[in-house]
């Protein structure tokens, strides 16, 4: 069963940095375009980052400049870095996959960015 895998949640101090990875098995994994979605207390879930399987990047405004997406497809991962990190950052934070129009979500990692 295709399942994206969060992990590197955690508790960070306003201006630190913090990397998240998300995991799938199987061996198609590069033909997935990968996204971090992440959702507040109270709020609708959003788009983070995104990467596509020909490695086309693309951020929400409120991240540019302080989170970087990448792939390594030979891992089977995705690497979320988050650098100054703001109280407004925190949040559960989702991958999604996509091939086509089927989307697999996994479970989610929370990130708290309180002094």
């Known amino acids: 069963q295709v399942q994206p895998v969060e992990s590197g949640g955690g508790l960070v101090q306003p201006g630190e940095s913090l990397t998240l990875l998300c995991t799938q098995a199987?061996?198609?994994?590069?033909?997935?375009?990968i996204s971090w979605y992440r959702q507040a207390p109270g709020k609708e879930r959003e788009l983070v980052a995104s990467?596509?399987?020909?490695?086309?990047?693309r951020y929400a405004d409120s991240v540019k400049g302080r989170f970087t997406i990448s792939r390594d497809n030979a891992q089977n991962t995705v690497v979320l870095q988050m650098s100054s990190l703001k109280s407004e950052d925190t949040a559960v934070y989702f991958c999604?996959?996509?091939?086509?129009?089927?989307?697999?979500w996994g479970q989610g990692t929370q990130v708290t960015v309180s002094s």
């Open positions: 999604k996959s996509t091939w086509g129009r089927v989307d697999y």
């Open positions: 199987g061996s198609l994994f590069g033909r997935f375009d």
């Open positions: 990467i596509e399987r020909g490695g086309t990047t």
